[in-house]
């Protein structure tokens, strides 16, 4: 996964295209465009103004309380809805009882179990393709599945294409942000 870094009063967020250059381009984020941030998610995270999710190495989760104190940017939790979203791709078995806990938290942020059908057919190969290489069994979440859309962690023929990207990851942000914005509605792709 590629971290964004903390740099004064800005952050510097690395390009999905980043794995394939020995310099990785950035993207440069002011204080000023980040809505909240969670350094006790894991891994710790900001979320723009623009709704997207920008990761931090766990070591940085005090550099990153500081930087939120200092632009005043508030300290939120919010749902792990990729997580919930993801659970049945882990490389461990999941129990009935699981899985009713994973339906009922995801109906909390508006996902029926048609959507979270649809989701989940729309992401699971990609992401079994991705933990096949991982065999993780503790945690998939967003961080894993913009990894695996991006990245050398799947095959070529489970990628998302930097041409589908953009959407790819626009849909999986909203997705993110359900039972935390007001009034946010589940994305179609």
């Known amino acids: 996964m590629l971290h964004s870094v903390l740099a004064g009063d800005r952050i510097l967020r690395p390009t999905p295209d980043a794995r394939s250059g020995a310099a990785a381009p950035v993207d440069v984020v002011p204080a000023a465009a980040v809505r909240d941030a969670d350094p006790t998610a ?4 900001v979320r723009t103004v623009a709704g997207e999710t920008l990761f931090f190495p766990a070591d940085r989760k005090n550099e990153l309380e500081g930087f939120c104190r200092s632009h ?16 049945p791709f882990l490389d461990t078995e999941f129990t009935p009882r699981r899985r009713a806990a994973t339906a009922q938290a995801l109906a909390r942020v508006g996902l029926d179990e048609a959507a979270v059908a649809d989701i989940r057919a729309e992401v699971g190969p990609l992401m079994l393709a991705y933990n096949s290489l991982h065999g993780d069994w503790f945690h998939l979440g967003l961080p894993d599945l913009r990894d695996a859309a991006t990245g050398g962690s799947t095959t070529e023929r489970y990628r998302i294409g930097p041409d ?12 993110a942000d359900l039972g935390h914005v007001p009034g946010a509605a589940v994305p179609v792709r």
């Open 72 to 87: 005043g940017i508030p300290l939120v939790s919010r749902p792990d809805v990729w997580g919930d979203l993801l659970e």
């Open 164 to 175: 589908r990207f953009p959407a790819f990851q626009a849909w999986a942000m909203a997705i």
């Open 42 to 45: 894991t891994p710790p995270e």
